[in-house]
Each structure stands twice: as C-alpha cells, then as structure tokens.
C-alpha cells in the first residue's frame, strides 16, 4: 500500500555507517569465511575486514579437499594475508592433514613471513606423517625465516616435525629472552645437545615438552640454574618406538635440584611402553604430579607409583590385567596425599577396595572416572550399592563411567 503523503517514515541506522570500533568487534565473531563475505557488502565493512588488529591471531586450515575434513583456508584469502597482513600476525598456527601436500603449503607461507614479529607459532599435524613426510631441508629453511625475522617468539609448538639442531640454535639466537614455552614431542632430528643449547640460553622459560630420549640429568641442572625463571609446566613423553628399547635413567638428585628451584611445577609423564620397558621407572622417588599409562602396565609398575610418586596429583591407568589393583590403589591412597583426580579404564578393582581409596581421599577428589566394569561385587557391596557409598564419601553425586572421560 502507498504510505499518506504526510506520514513521516523513521529511517533505523544505517549498517554501512557503524563505526569502525563496533564493526570490529562482529567482525571478531565471526568465522572467518562469514567475515569474508561480510567484507564484500560495502566499502566501510571491507576497510574493517583489513583491520590489522583483526589479523593479529589467525589459524590457516590447509588440506587436500578430497582427503579430509578440515575446512580449508580460501588460496586467495591467503595470498591477501601474505600481501596485506603478513607484518600484523603474531599469534599463528598451521593446522594440516597427514599429506605432504598440505605441510609444503604451509612451509611456503612460512617463508613468506619475512615481516612478521610473530610471538606465537604453532605446526599442528591432524594426523601424520604431514611435517615428517617433506624434505627436512625445504621445513628448515621456512622455518628459519620465521625464527630470524620474528625476534620476539614466546611460544612455539612443533611437535612431529624435522626440526634439528642447528634451527634450534637459530632460535636461541634470536629469540632466547622472549622464549617461554616449547612443545617439542617426537622430532627424532633433535639430540639432548639441541635441547641442552636451549636450556643454556633461553633463561624464560615456563613450559617445555619433550620425549623422553631428549631428557638428561644436565638439562634438569641447566633449568635449575639460579639464571632461570620458575619452570611451570615440563611434560615428558616415554614413548616406546621398538619392543625392548632401552631407557636412561635420571638420577634423584637432578629431579631434587629441580624441586629445589621450582617446588610449584608440575611434572606430566605419558608413558606408552611395552610391560618389560618399565623396569627402570619408578625405582626411585620422582615429582612426578600428572601421571598417564598409555598401554598396559602392571601390579608391580603400580605398587611402585605408591611408594616414589608422593606429589601425584592426577593418574590415568587406561588398562592392567585381570588382576585386582586394591592394595596398589589402598597404597597410592595412603601415599600420595594431594592426589585429586583417577582414572581407571580395563582395571579390576574390588568394590570394598574401591570405597576404602574414596574414604581415604576424601573431599578432594574432584575427578573421579571409572569404568563401571571395573568395579567388582564382593561379599560386602553390589554394584547397586557403590554409587550412593561413593557418593557419601565424596560428598556429592557419584556414579560409574559408562564410557572414559579423560
């Protein structure tokens, strides 16, 4: 119908006049293909989408279409970032499929960054070989463009890639007072020595992650050091490559230098080992706080985390046997007085054992996951019973996991 021509119409505000701070802040929500699209609907909305606080932080998705699940990044968005934001980007991950493909289209971004100052860096594989499957060379060398330009690196996550020593010494070259944490599992191309030049330097550290042949009573003395900040968080992977391999031993008084130095930091160990690899473990007392059994382990493995782990705090024992833990449990109880959280997948535990471990732990479990067919009926409990007993002891409501939580 045709409006009286005395009738005033209110007009609403106009979205191609929002200012810049209020588009910023959509824009911020927005998945970065919507952001996209919104960019194209006038010319105020496309100078926001080239905002260099938007591309601060940003995450490239690389992958082969027919092979995977990610959503790629768009090629001509990246070859805009390239031109347009390359020198705004600091906080930065590649995320990529198994192909080789994908991780080469990653290195070839990465060498592009000659002007960026990122402090953040992370390469993450969804599943391998991806990084392991390109020529080391051609990563290296993308890689140390980023190392040599950034000069501000603070966190750096390149776990299963080719990295090597003499990157690492790049690194430290230029980034050893911003450096706080380094994730480094399974890169086979770094020695202790590699690692051993980063301690040396990097005096800031807070987080660092490593495998376990990568670990030595003289990289525990350096992080020791009177020069280095408080370590926060060290994660140890003891991983088994062949059946049989030998491991190391670390000596008491390394770990006891670094209690000394860091009282407050959290050791995390996953061990995914072969039940005859454990013999040197858990001989002697270890600050170990995080404690996750990958694989199969034993009575025995589990008698001795009650006796040498006193600062447990959390333990995760994804399968043992067919024999029941509860003296191992009662022990680790007893033992370990700041435990706060298990797990328990293909166990065996007697449900008497088990509401004597809640009783002796008390209020301060605050995770509590066990599968129900762990628990085992005895002359003095059902499985009907243990929830509320549990739940008693605990303090709020409690019943068995039907499927792992961890």
């Given amino acids: ?213 990568l670990l030595s009573d003289e990289l525990l003395i350096a992080l020791s050091s009177e020069k280095h900040v408080h370590l926060e968080h060290l994660r140890i992977d003891v991983v088994s490559e062949n059946p049989g391999q030998q491991f190391h031993t670390i000596k008491k008084s390394s770990w006891d230098a670094m209690v000394r130095h ?25 600050p170990v706080t995080h404690l996750y059994f990958g694989r199969s382990v034993s009575k025995d493995v589990l008698g001795r985390v009650g006796l040498t782990c006193p600062r447990l705090v959390e333990l995760v024992v994804c399968a043992n046997g067919l024999r029941p833990l509860d003296e191992e449990l009662i022990r680790i109880a007893q033992r370990c007085t700041q435990l706060s959280a298990i797990g328990l997948g293909e166990c065996e535990v007697s449900c008497s054992a088990f509401v004597e471990f809640v009783k002796m732990c008390g209020d301060r479990l605050t995770q509590l996951s066990i599968m129900e067919e762990v628990l085992v009926p005895d002359h003095r409990y059902e499985l009907d019973d243990i929830h509320w007993e549990v739940s008693k002891h605990l303090g709020r409501v409690w019943f068995p996991d039907m499927m792992p939580t961890w």
Avoid at 73 to 81: C, F, V, Y
């Fill in 1 to 213: 119908k045709n409006r009286r021509e005395n009738e005033v119409v209110e007009e609403g505000p106009s979205w191609e006049c929002l200012p810049q701070e209020i588009l910023f802040h959509i824009f911020q929500y927005l998945p970065l293909l919507d952001r996209a699209y919104a960019s194209q609907v006038c010319r105020g909305w496309n100078q926001a989408f080239h905002m260099p606080e938007l591309w601060r932080c940003f995450e490239f998705e690389l992958n082969q279409p027919a092979s995977s699940y990610l959503k790629a990044t768009h090629p001509d968005l990246i070859k805009q970032i390239i031109k347009k934001h390359s020198n705004h980007l600091q906080y930065v991950s590649f995320k990529v499929d198994s192909s080789r493909e994908s991780a080469e289209a990653a290195c070839d971004i990465l060498s592009q960054l000659v002007n960026c100052s990122l402090k953040t860096l992370g390469l993450i594989s969804t599943a391998r070989p991806s990084f392991m499957e390109m020529p080391k060379s051609h990563f290296i060398s993308a890689l140390t463009v980023v190392f040599v330009n950034s000069k501000s690196l603070s966190s750096l996550k390149i776990d299963d890639t080719p990295v090597d020593d003499p990157s690492l010494k790049v690194l430290v070259a230029n980034n050893s007072d911003t450096l706080k944490l380094l994730k480094m599992s399974s890169c086979p191309h770094v020695s202790p020595a590699g690692i051993m030049c980063v301690a040396d330097q990097c005096h800031g550290l807070r987080e660092l992650a490593l495998n376990y042949h």
């Fill in 262 to 286: 860091s009282p407050k930091f959290s050791l995390v160990m996953y061990f995914f080992l072969y039940e005859e690899e454990f013999d040197i473990f858990f001989r002697d007392e270890i």
